[in-house]
């Protein structure tokens, strides 16, 4: 098998800061869904008769995990935007046409 041609192609760069923030942000908001699930699961329980200590912790938990993570994905795509809209320094220096021409 020839592995030498095994690339994915993308149509964005998935180098630098803002393709970072993308993959943290991916992984914090599953990280929510996985705590909205155990929410969902302990309170279809709770309210499904089986009653039990471990039940209220598994809703309270879960809710917990998914504000907290969703809370954290989304703030690492605003810390990115952020970033990403900073204006680019100024330099000092004045540009070749600026200059007045050397006297003869």
């Not at 992984?27 to 008769?49: D, H, Q, T």
């Amino acid at each position: 098998m020839d592995t030498t041609n095994l690339t994915i192609s993308h149509p964005w760069p998935l180098r630098g800061p803002a393709a970072r923030a993308l993959l943290v942000s991916g992984l914090w908001l599953r990280a929510g869904f996985v705590g909205a699930s155990l929410a969902f699961i302990g309170l279809i329980e709770l309210v499904g008769g089986a009653r039990s200590v471990l039940d209220l912790l598994l809703a309270l938990a879960g809710g917990t995990l998914a504000a907290l993570a969703w809370r954290r994905g989304f703030a690492v795509l605003e810390r990115a935007d952020d970033a990403g809209a900073a204006p680019a320094p100024v330099s000092r220096a004045a540009p070749e046409c600026a200059r007045p021409a050397p006297a003869r």
